[in-house]
């Protein structure tokens, strides 16, 4: 299923299996049956209809919601190998830790709010009629050491629009991989048929912004004093890539 489709529901059963699914970042089967109180022919039919239409997937009796992110990516800088993926419900814990080790040296507002969010849903993907988000990670040695974020607003008239933010562990900085990440999420967005993507960054957070600016970003506008940082009033760039 293509993150940008509205999920549509001909059942009330087969709406309430995909929200507690969608809710939960994963449930199992057993867990969801006892949950709908419907007789286990009827579950078996209407989610087999969620997975034929694409909606939900399966993988050893759990489910989760099932979006077309791509492959897993491999590469290699200098002595570290580093892989790049679509981010899954047991990354939950190492994509809270990254977020938090860059937002700890550096002020990125917008990423700290999406870190709480995560931490107040208790789950990495969503995707409803009011909200959609992707994550990709990068991992090295198995360990998530980045993330790129792609929150997908569902109003119509700013479908085409998403907003991006992306960061690196101190630890793995300098072998490319926050530019890899970058890619990959303007990749999907530019290929799901996005015309827009944005970043809002701190005036302070002179590396955000060269960065995004060595890849293309551009300034659109500036907010000014629109963050209090330490006391002070602090602008915000609003920073634009353009397809």
Do not use: C
Not at 20 to 34: I, M, S
Not at 57 to 76: N, Q
Not at 196 to 213: R, W
């Amino acid at each position: 299923m293509e993150t940008i489709e509205r999920p549509t529901f001909e059942s009330e059963a087969r709406k309430r299996m995909y929200e507690y699914v969608e809710r939960h970042g994963t449930a199992k089967r057993h867990v969801l049956l006892d949950v709908l109180s419907v007789s286990s022919e009827e579950f078996r039919a209407e989610l087999d209809l969620l997975k034929s239409k694409g909606y939900l997937e399966e993988e050893g009796g759990t489910l989760r919601v099932a979006l077309d992110a791509g492959s897993v990516e491999e590469y290699e800088a200098g002595d570290v190998e580093f892989t790049i993926r679509p981010a899954r419900q047991d990354d939950f814990e190492g994509l809270v830790d990254a977020i938090r080790d860059v937002t700890a040296e550096e002020t990125y507002v917008v990423a700290e709010s999406i870190a709480e969010q995560l931490l107040y849903e208790d789950t990495v993907t969503r995707h409803n009629t009011v909200e959609s988000r992707l994550f990709f990670v990068a991992t090295v040695d198995g360990e998530v050491t980045g993330w790129t974020h792609l929150d997908l607003p569902q109003v119509r008239r700013i479908r085409e629009t998403a907003q991006q933010t992306v960061g690196v562990e101190s630890a793995h900085r300098g072998y490319g991989i926050g530019g890899k990440l970058l890619q990959r999420g303007l990749d999907w967005a530019e290929a799901n048929g996005y015309r827009k993507v944005y970043n809002s960054i701190p005036v302070t957070n002179e590396h955000a912004i060269s960065f995004l600016s060595a890849h293309g970003w551009n300034t659109e506008a500036i907010r000014e004093e629109h963050y209090t940082i330490d006391g002070e009033y602090v602008d915000e760039v609003m920073m634009a890539y353009t397809f």
